[in-house]
């Protein structure tokens, strides 16, 4: 469900459209950084350097590190695994797509990451970095995700596999 989720949410890219973000000098690039838990997160999904498009079938299909994963998002418990894989897809595609261009605004526990139009907030929970997804997901991206989890359920309830 997971590389389903990811396709879906880079297509989502294509319709995000978010705020703006200002450089500062110290742009959270140390070791526990947020820069870090986003590298983090695109090493668990195999794009860390490479973009979505240069992963195999066999990559692309791949078992992501549920746990790891949610180590690294402040909310992912907050939503049921549909929506939680596609919000996560959301913002590994966004910080994808534009690995080596981010710019970062760092504010006490807050953090905003600008990933070309997409802004992933990242909040800081018991000394770490994480994301925080309902921040993070534009609410277009979630209309459109709350759309495709009606499709799933209902092709589910039909007994069609998802393909």
């Not at 997160?41 to 790891?68: C, F």
Request: overall charge neutral.
């Amino acid at each position: 469900m997971i590389a389903r989720a990811f396709a879906i949410a880079a297509a989502f890219l294509a319709i995000a459209a978010t705020g703006a973000c200002r450089d500062r000098a110290d742009d959270g690039a140390g070791a526990a950084g947020p820069r870090a838990t986003a590298e983090r997160l695109l090493e668990l999904h195999g794009l860390l350097g490479r973009q979505p498009e240069e992963l195999t079938p066999e990559q692309k299909g791949a078992t992501v590190d549920r746990a790891a994963v949610a180590g690294l998002v402040a909310d992912l418990g907050a939503y049921d695994e549909f929506t939680g894989d596609l919000y996560v897809g959301f913002v590994v595609g966004a910080l994808a797509e534009q690995q080596g261009r981010w710019t970062t605004a760092m504010d006490g526990a807050r953090a905003l990451i600008a990933a070309g139009n997409a802004r992933i907030l990242f909040v800081r929970r018991n000394g770490a970095w994480k994301v925080d997804l309902a921040a993070s997901v534009p609410d277009v991206i979630k209309e459109r995700a709350a759309e495709e989890k009606i499709r799933y359920e209902a092709a589910k309830a039909a007994g069609q596999g998802l393909r």
